[in-house]
């Protein structure tokens, strides 16, 4: 489904910074796998994700999605099968404009931006029923600009969003961490079940690690551009936050942090 | 009577200057670029419709409204600067406003008969019927004349601003103003802001262009340095328009910024009364810019407040729009 084949990465080449991240990286999802990935600041998360999306150049390597060679296709071009919900919930949503507003923009992705009308009251119903199920109470509020919903209601509608047009690919780029730990807990169930019912490929990066052993089918734990442990499935399943954690901590004695 | 005459000749230029306003409304509100090139766009939009109404004979109308695609041309230059060479949105527009001081002065030569370039062409010289001409002319006083600009004017106004509204409304529209208030999303929806970015400020000079054609209707004469200082009275004016009006729901942002154009214009005519030799204008003029700027700052914040402002008394009303 996803390929990343040896990927190169390094940053501020030519520097007295050069940072060698990813030499000859590699990872495959297959269809229909969830997988969380976890790992302290500077292990590559980010920039795992950043090379899936397209956000930033990569030295060397190949990326694959869903059998096509995406390794020199534009951010916006990748966006049309991939989704994204970010960290920052203003970064999913347009602050300006209503729910209404917002999901009617993000339904038409696929589509020509033309001079058809944006928003038709025949949607309405069904925008509504969306929002409903996010058992919010933002079904009352299609009228109202995102930006003045909290953090927790934007991400998501980012997510709802992100999901709803047909895609390949989903990305979760550590999106509950700017939310409360109950809040967190309500958008975690929404992401799994929304993942559950479109039958996403998923990728979540998270400093949760109980979020990383609950969720998903497989889990990562990476350190300085490497994969130091995989999980899949019922091995996953069996695997324990305490397990993981200790894991985590060895790693970070033998870094020094 | 001064008074008076100054209020109808202000209300004139203002509603000359909305179109300009609407432009850099598109630009500065939406896209949250502060388009410098709008000070050689402008006098570009007169040259363009003087030259097709004297070389070509086309009526004042159409010379107006054909002025635009001038206006967008150049907006194309700024925005492809500005987008894809990476220069920073305000030398993208310098570098445009300069060029066109050659570029506006080059084509003034098509203008007299012998090639020579002046600063300033007189329709009068040339008999040269503006919009506002009407058959008799004459036989009305001048009274009747100064409301028939008007209405002329705010037809024309009005006319840009429900087009603007209708197109904020569209599919395309909406990317217009995602792209103002959120790039990334854009990208998201697997479309480049920059082409977004570089139609809106094409469409913002090409209303420009149109108001500079206008204005040189309007005062009768082209006048080669008559985009100097555009970008300010045009800052001015939106700002003024949605720092005044923005809390009154039923007004929209275009209205506001035409009613901004209106109340600047005044305002700077009402100045002429005082500074009689208009020696100070440009600093009375900067200096009535910078005491909006700090009072808007203080009071609202042009971009952010603006919806929150709205929405929060959506929900003090119940929320009840669902």
Same mark, same amino acid.
């Given at each position: 489904?996803?390929?990343?084949?040896?990927?190169?990465?390094?940053?501020?080449?030519?520097?007295? %910074?050069?940072?060698?991240?990813?030499?000859?990286?590699?990872?495959?999802?297959?269809?229909?796998?969830?997988?969380?990935?976890?790992?302290?600041?500077?292990?590559?998360?980010?920039?795992?994700?950043?090379?899936?999306?397209?956000? #930033?150049?990569?030295?060397?390597?190949?990326?694959?999605?869903?059998?096509?060679?995406?390794?020199?296709?534009?951010?916006?071009?990748?966006?049309?099968?991939?989704?994204?919900?970010?960290?920052?919930?203003?970064?999913?949503?347009?602050?300006?404009?209503?729910? /209404?507003?917002?999901?009617?923009?993000?339904?038409?992705?696929?589509?020509?931006?033309?001079?058809?009308?944006?928003?038709?009251?025949?949607?309405?119903?069904?925008?509504?029923?969306?929002?409903?199920?996010?058992?919010?109470?933002?079904?009352?509020?299609?009228?109202?600009?995102?930006?003045? /919903?909290?953090?927790?209601?934007?991400?998501?509608?980012?997510?709802?969003?992100?999901?709803?047009?047909?895609?390949?690919? /989903?990305?979760?780029?550590?999106?509950?961490?700017?939310?409360?730990?109950?809040?967190?807990?309500?958008?975690?169930?929404?992401?799994?079940?929304?993942?559950?019912?479109?039958? /996403?490929?998923? #990728?979540?990066?998270?400093? %949760?690690?109980?979020?990383?052993?609950?969720?998903?089918?497989?889990?990562?734990?990476?350190?300085?551009?490497?994969?130091?442990?995989?999980? %899949?499935?019922?091995?996953?399943?069996?695997?324990?936050?305490?397990?993981?954690?200790?894991?985590? %901590?060895?790693?970070?004695?033998?870094?020094?942090? | 009577?001064?008074?008076?005459?100054?209020?109808?000749?202000?209300?004139?230029?203002?509603?000359?200057?909305?179109?300009?306003? &609407?432009?850099?409304?598109?630009?500065? @509100?939406?896209?949250?670029?502060?388009?410098?090139?709008?000070?050689?766009?402008?006098?570009?939009?007169?040259?363009?419709?003087?030259?097709?109404?004297?070389?070509?004979?086309?009526? *004042?109308?159409?010379?107006?409204?054909? @002025?635009?695609?001038?206006?967008? =041309?150049?907006?194309?230059?700024?925005?492809?600067?500005?987008?894809?060479?990476?220069?920073?949105? &305000?030398?993208?527009?310098? +570098?445009?406003?300069?060029?066109?001081?050659?570029?506006?002065?080059?084509?003034?030569?098509?203008?007299?008969?012998?090639?020579?370039?002046? =600063?300033?062409?007189?329709?009068?010289?040339?008999?040269?019927?503006? &919009?506002?001409?009407?058959?008799?002319?004459?036989?009305?006083?001048?009274?009747?004349?100064?409301?028939?600009?008007?209405?002329?004017?705010?037809?024309?106004?009005?006319?840009?601003?429900?087009?603007?509204?209708?197109? &904020?409304?569209?599919? $395309?529209?909406?990317?217009?103003?995602?792209?103002?208030?959120?790039?990334?999303?854009?990208?998201?929806?697997?479309?480049? *802001?920059?082409?977004?970015?570089?139609?809106?400020?094409?469409?913002?000079?090409?209303?420009?262009?149109? !108001?500079?054609?206008?204005? !040189?209707?309007?005062?009768?004469?082209?006048?080669?340095? !008559?985009?100097?200082?555009?970008?300010?009275?045009?800052? =001015?004016?939106?700002? +003024?328009?949605? =720092?005044?009006?923005?809390?009154?729901?039923?007004?929209?942002?275009?209205?506001?910024?035409?009613?901004?154009?209106?109340?600047?214009? $005044?305002?700077?005519?009402?100045?002429?009364?005082?500074?009689?030799?208009?020696?100070? $204008?440009?600093?009375?003029?900067?200096?009535?810019?910078? +005491?909006?700027?700090?009072?808007?700052?203080?009071?609202?914040?042009?971009?952010?407040?603006?919806?929150?402002?709205?929405?929060?008394?959506? +929900?003090?009303?119940?929320?009840?729009?669902?």
């Amino acid at each position: 489904m996803l390929e990343l084949c040896d990927i190169y990465k390094t940053f501020n080449r030519g520097t007295v %910074n050069e940072q060698a991240l990813f030499t000859g990286f590699s990872f495959k999802a297959n269809k229909g796998d969830f997988v969380s990935v976890v790992g302290s600041n500077g292990s590559g998360k980010t920039t795992m994700l950043n090379v899936i999306s397209g956000s #930033i150049p990569i030295d060397g390597g190949r990326v694959t999605l869903a059998g096509q060679d995406i390794t020199n296709l534009p951010e916006y071009k990748r966006a049309a099968k991939i989704g994204r919900v970010f960290q920052d919930p203003s970064v999913g949503t347009i602050p300006g404009m209503t729910i /209404l507003e917002n999901m009617s923009i993000a339904q038409n992705k696929g589509r020509p931006y033309n001079l058809g009308f944006a928003v038709s009251k025949k949607k309405y119903d069904g925008f509504r029923e969306t929002v409903r199920e996010l058992d919010l109470g933002l079904e009352d509020k299609m009228e109202i600009p995102v930006g003045l /919903l909290s953090g927790g209601q934007r991400q998501a509608i980012a997510l709802l969003m992100a999901t709803m047009t047909p895609i390949s690919f /989903l990305i979760l780029d550590e999106h509950t961490a700017a939310l409360d730990p109950k809040t967190a807990e309500i958008i975690m169930r929404i992401t799994d079940r929304i993942v559950k019912e479109k039958k /996403l490929t998923a #990728i979540m990066v998270t400093h %949760n690690l109980r979020y990383a052993v609950a969720y998903g089918n497989r889990m990562l734990m990476l350190n300085h551009g490497n994969i130091v442990l995989e999980k %899949n499935g019922d091995e996953k399943s069996a695997t324990s936050v305490d397990e993981l954690l200790s894991v985590f %901590n060895s790693i970070s004695i033998e870094c020094g942090n | 009577m001064l008074f008076y005459g100054t209020t109808l000749y202000g209300i004139q230029t203002g509603l000359c200057f909305a179109v300009l306003a &609407l432009g850099l409304y598109i630009s500065y @509100s939406i896209l949250d670029f502060p388009d410098l090139s709008v000070d050689g766009t402008f006098p570009l939009g007169g040259v363009i419709a003087t030259i097709l109404m004297l070389r070509l004979g086309l009526p *004042p109308l159409a010379a107006v409204l054909l @002025s635009f695609f001038a206006g967008v =041309a150049a907006g194309l230059v700024t925005g492809y600067l500005h987008v894809r060479c990476r220069i920073s949105k &305000l030398l993208s527009g310098i +570098i445009v406003m300069t060029a066109m001081l050659s570029v506006t002065l080059a084509l003034t030569q098509l203008l007299t008969k012998n090639g020579y370039t002046t =600063a300033i062409f007189s329709y009068r010289s040339e008999n040269l019927k503006s &919009l506002f001409s009407f058959a008799s002319e004459t036989s009305l006083g001048r009274g009747a004349k100064d409301y028939w600009i008007i209405a002329v004017l705010l037809v024309f106004v009005i006319f840009v601003k429900f087009a603007i509204d209708i197109f &904020l409304k569209t599919k $395309l529209g909406y990317m217009l103003r995602s792209t103002g208030d959120n790039e990334r999303l854009v990208t998201s929806l697997g479309k480049d *802001p920059g082409k977004y970015k570089i139609l809106g400020i094409s469409l913002a000079n090409g209303l420009v262009a149109m !108001s500079g054609a206008l204005y !040189s209707q309007f005062t009768l004469q082209y006048d080669n340095t !008559s985009g100097s200082g555009k970008v300010v009275l045009a800052l =001015a004016s939106v700002i +003024i328009g949605i =720092a005044v009006f923005s809390n009154i729901r039923f007004i929209k942002d275009t209205t506001a910024v035409i009613a901004g154009a209106l109340i600047y214009s $005044l305002c700077l005519n009402y100045l002429v009364l005082v500074d009689k030799n208009g020696i100070y $204008l440009k600093l009375l003029n900067a200096a009535m810019f910078a +005491i909006i700027l700090i009072f808007n700052d203080r009071l609202s914040g042009l971009r952010g407040l603006r919806y929150k402002r709205k929405g929060a008394k959506r +929900i003090k009303e119940g929320g009840s729009d669902a």
